[in-house]
């Protein structure tokens, strides 16, 4: 596709259940990136892909959080058992290497957890 | 540990006000300084990079400028197409390769 897609648009969840986002990125960007977006806060780090390489994971909040990248394309960002601090916007990124300023940035998962 | 700062948090402008947004920045070596502009409901788009003290550049109404401490985004007559978040970032390499340090950003709302 022309930019990265992010699926699904909007989650509503109950509290304690798992959820998985997914990201598709544009094709032939090897680096990804997810970020989380709170309500009236800043971008927050999640996870890093970079082609085979082990991803940078330092910025997962809890072990709750996991992220798996297949194929060195599709992503998917999984939260379990969420908790209603987990709602927020999960924007993910992708970039050719050496050129992580110029990221595109999908719109976003908005994840609401009742 | 590296911190980047915004304001003001918001911005109300009149159309064809012109006005600035800061961006403080604290990190341990600076490897470039990153402007985007994110509409709601919409992730970041990209709009400038900053490496060195002095450095300028320029889109449309938009004039982004660094200094040792900080950046400044200048909007020259803005229009109310310009309403939008906008956010500076700084990168932190570790091991594993970049992640980008985000300011909390600065909400634009230009009236017409």
């Known amino acids: 596709g022309a930019g990265v897609s992010q699926s699904p648009s909007n989650k509503v969840t109950e509290k304690g259940k798992d959820v998985e986002l997914r990201c598709d990125p544009i094709?032939?960007?090897?680096?990804l990136y997810w970020y989380r977006q709170s309500l009236g806060q800043g971008l927050e780090f999640l996870i890093y892909?970079?082609?085979?390489?082990?991803?940078?994971k330092s910025g997962l909040p809890s072990d709750r959080f996991s992220a798996e990248r297949t194929g060195g394309s599709v992503s998917t960002l999984t939260i379990q058992r969420t908790q209603q601090e987990d709602s927020a916007v999960y924007l993910c990124?992708?970039?050719?290497?050496?050129?992580?300023?110029?990221?595109?940035f999908g719109s976003g998962t908005r994840l609401t957890v009742v | 540990e590296d911190q980047v700062t915004q304001s003001p948090e918001a911005l109300r402008l009149q159309e064809g006000e012109s006005s600035s947004l800061n961006c403080s920045y604290t990190?341990?070596?600076?490897?470039?300084l990153f402007w985007y502009r994110q509409d709601p409901g919409k992730g970041p788009e990209f709009l400038f990079t900053?490496?060195?003290a002095g450095e300028e550049k320029e889109k449309e109404r938009l004039k982004a400028t660094l200094t040792k401490k900080e950046s400044f985004l200048h909007i020259t007559a803005p229009k109310p197409e310009d309403s939008a978040t906008y956010l500076c970032?700084?990168?932190?390499?570790?091991?594993?390769?970049?992640?980008?340090?985000f300011g909390g950003g600065t909400r634009l709302m230009v009236k017409p």
């Open positions: 970032a700084v990168p932190v390499y570790n091991n594993a390769g970049n992640m980008l340090t």
């Open positions: 990124a992708s970039s050719l290497v050496g050129q992580g300023a110029a990221r595109a």
């Open positions: 892909f970079q082609g085979n390489s082990a991803p940078d």
């Open positions: 990190v341990s070596g600076l490897r470039g």
């Open positions: 094709s032939g960007h090897t680096a």
């Open positions: 900053l490496y060195s």
